[in-house]
């Protein structure tokens, strides 16, 4: 075992990682945010994961990276535009910085594509680590989706 074995590592997503990424999204949903949201709330929002074209489309179309401890896949974030559309760590990572290495690789492809600000639909889980990297709350927006509310807030962060 060499001393880089706890080493995180940011890379492109591609294809490949589709199915590690949406059992990630799920799995993340159902654990860390259902402190936050109801098993109704959690089964509408882990819905979109039965979409795998979409999410294909989004690996292909956005700015898409994952975080890797070794050959496991504990993290993924994409850009597009300006638009955090996800930033997710595995339930058994948190609180590891992960987020934050993420998040740096999206803002250094912001910065690269002369974005202006930084905006994205935070959970209620997600919403302090977004305080924390300076965005704030532009709205508090309800989301009723299949009879459901999704409560979220509308964030942003001026670069």
């Not at 292909?60 to 955090?84: C, D, K, M, P």
């Not at 600000?117 to 927006?141: W, Y």
Request: net charge neutral; charged share 25%.
């Amino acid at each position: 075992m060499n001393s880089n074995s706890n080493t995180i590592t940011i890379s492109a997503a591609s294809a490949m990682d589709v199915e590690a990424i949406l059992a990630l999204f799920v799995d993340t949903i159902n654990t860390v945010c259902a402190k936050d949201y109801t098993p109704e709330q959690r089964a509408v929002w882990t819905a979109g994961a039965q979409n795998t074209e979409r999410w294909l489309k989004k690996l292909e179309q956005h700015y898409f990276i994952v975080a890797r401890l070794e050959e496991t896949l504990v993290g993924f974030a994409s850009l597009e535009n300006n638009y955090i559309d996800f930033l997710f760590v595995h339930k058994d990572f948190q609180n590891r910085g992960i987020a934050r290495n993420l998040y740096k690789g999206l803002l250094q492809k912001a910065f690269e594509t002369n974005v202006e600000t930084l905006t994205s639909d935070v959970s209620l889980t997600a919403r302090p680590f977004f305080e924390k990297m300076g965005f704030v709350v532009i709205r508090k927006q309800d989301n009723p989706t299949r009879g459901v509310n999704l409560t979220n807030f509308r964030m942003e962060l001026k670069l």
